[in-house]
């Protein structure tokens, strides 16, 4: 039931008690009388508890408004150039397939700038060896395939 039909319920209720000319020096009349009283209070209760929801639905409808704002101003500045697969002004990623769970592995392109070019790289899921050769997977080793260079 919503406040203001708690309202109009602890209305007719006050109206049909006071309608029974209990007396109020009876027991059964002080026991009527305090019930009715607890019931308003508990009616004022709701509904400043509404009134306050209904408050901190709108603060936090304005919070998330901003926060979206927030997250869309500094995303942009980290979302992918299409043009050149490249994010920020971070380090070259090589991002490849793991053959075995198909898991996404991440590569240092620096790693392959050393002696020939070679490397091993282990899958942190499934601990699948990949080798590579100057970025490159090397087929007879491993069916793993590049995915794309990316720059963090």
Not at 2 to 24: F, P, R
Not at 78 to 95: F, K, R, S, V
Request: hydrophobic content about 30%; charged content about 30%; proline content about 2%.
């Amino acid at each position: 039931m919503h406040v203001n039909g708690v309202k109009e319920q602890l209305a007719y209720l006050k109206g049909l008690s006071s309608g029974l000319n209990i007396e109020t020096t009876s027991a059964e009349g002080r026991v009527l009388a305090h019930i009715v009283l607890v019931l308003d209070a508990l009616t004022e209760t709701m509904e400043k508890l509404s009134e306050d929801s209904s408050h901190l639905e709108e603060y936090v409808s304005a919070l998330d408004e901003d926060l979206t704002d927030l997250e869309e101003d500094f995303y942009d500045e980290y979302n992918d150039d299409t043009e050149t697969g490249q994010i920020g002004d971070g380090p070259d990623y090589l991002a490849i397939d793991c053959p075995v769970c198909r898991e996404t592995v991440y590569v240092n392109e620096e790693m392959f700038n050393d002696e020939g070019g070679t490397a091993e790289i282990v899958c942190p899921k499934c601990n699948e060896t990949i080798y590579m050769d100057d970025g490159q997977v090397r087929e007879n080793h491993s069916s793993a395939h590049y995915t794309e260079y990316i720059n963090e």
